[in-house]
């Protein structure tokens, strides 16, 4: 092999004791320094956008000015382990033989926390397969209520979560969902009905029905698993309940005016509790002015 650091042999006589061109060894140089940026470049765009495979990868990098082909992108990016995220699973798959409810949520007036919920469940791909994560929130304040992680598409998962919230919240009036087979099935239509819980279901195709939980996917994902990189079981078991407090009660969410789910919460069961108060009063008023009338 030829010894780059032998100063009493040249390297164009190793070569040619060797017969070998020279200039496979500035290339092979060069190939290994522009591999190393090329990865180093993609690392960092895939830990931002980790839904990109190799094809939108090498097109993101061809606009930067990095000339390389894909066939480079991929194998450096197979090297590194790096796999574009995306929707294997189908979590929404209706079975046929379950009911289907009505959509309840058109031109509804949504005004008080734990009047509406939404259920969903979500894929978290872990180094060992994909975990499922079962999630319930508060439409009006945006507060998680319940969850639950599994390693199955199962409806026991979804029938805990819902325990959960309803012991700590009590019951909503509606709970909206997919026409996913955990939620068309037959065990958790009776769980809503013995709680006397309204169902309510989006559309085949109409995921901006359950929008709500549908954003609160992509923050758990793009502010938690993704970015942090939980993708062992254990990771999540130990990260999401974190995650959820600090979703609950310590991001600001722009759509709420930068208040927390919690605050929005507390504020407005404040607001409800006075209104309440006030009423009395005023009924109270009323009754006196009438016995005051009748004498």
Known sequence: MIDLNNHK?????????????RSMLYYKESEDIGSFIISNRIVEIYSKYPVYGYRRMTAILNREGLAVNRKRVQRLMNEMNLHAIYPRP???KKDKKDAVFPYLLNNLLINRP??????????????????????????????????RLSNSLCTDSCKSALDDAI??????????SDQGSQFTSEAWVKKLSYHKINISMTGKGRCIDNV?????W??????????????????????IPLWVNWYNFQRPHQ??????PADVEKNQLAQMKKDKANFHLLNQNFNSIKEVNMT
């Open 9 to 21: 042999v040249s390297i164009r006589r190793q070569s040619e004791l060797l017969d070998i061109n």
């Open 90 to 92: 189908n979590t929404s």
């Open 114 to 147: 734990h009047q509406v919920w939404q259920v969903d469940i979500t894929y978290l791909r872990t180094q060992h397969g994909f975990m499922y994560l079962v999630a319930l929130i508060d439409v009006y304040s945006r507060m998680i209520v319940g969850f």
């Open 167 to 176: 012991y700590k919240y009590g019951s909503p009036q509606i709970l909206n």
């Open 212 to 216: 709500y939980i549908e954003r609160l």
């Open 218 to 239: 992509r923050a758990f994902k793009y502010e938690g698993s993704y970015l942090y990189q939980w993708n062992t079981v254990d990771a999540l078991k130990a990260n």
């Open 255 to 260: 759509s709420l005016d930068y208040l927390t």
